[in-house]
């Protein structure tokens, strides 16, 4: 499979953005699904993930509540809808993808093998 994301922004403190991350390949239902942030000098962080039927997700605390990451297996589609963001969501946004069948939360960059490419977020105070 591979990731295509998309919608990324400026918007101001407060506002509301969604991000969208497009898959190709015919077994998108296969993959655990999860966005990760990255700013300048410091290391991928975990946002959130999505399981493969869409039903179950986990997201960190510094966005939940705020976040929310639905998908489309459909239209091999995950979203990420952002509100109520605030300057520290400033990041560059990753999609990335884990073939998995395994209920447990993977955190961590190296466990995923596909990613888009990213899409840059800024909100300004």
């Known amino acids: 499979v591979q990731l295509q994301a998309s919608g990324g922004g400026l918007v101001q403190a407060g506002g509301s953005l969604r991000i969208s991350c497009v898959a190709s390949?015919?077994?998108?239902?296969?993959?655990?699904v999860a966005w990760f942030r990255q700013v300048p000098g410091k290391e991928r962080e975990f946002v959130g993930q999505?399981?493969?039927?869409?039903?179950?997700?986990y997201y960190v605390d510094a966005v939940k509540g705020r976040f929310t990451i639905s998908r489309d297996n459909v239209n091999k589609t995950v979203h990420l809808q952002m509100n109520s963001l605030k300057p520290e969501d400033t990041a560059v946004y990753y999609c990335?993808?884990?073939?998995?069948?395994?209920?447990?939360?993977?955190?961590?960059?190296?466990?995923?093998?596909?990613w888009g490419q990213g899409t840059q977020v800024t909100v300004s105070s």
């Open positions: 990335a993808a884990r073939w998995s069948t395994t209920a447990a939360v993977a955190m961590f960059a190296s466990q995923y093998s596909v």
């Open positions: 999505i399981n493969n039927n869409g039903d179950s997700t």
């Open positions: 390949g015919r077994t998108f239902g296969d993959y655990r």
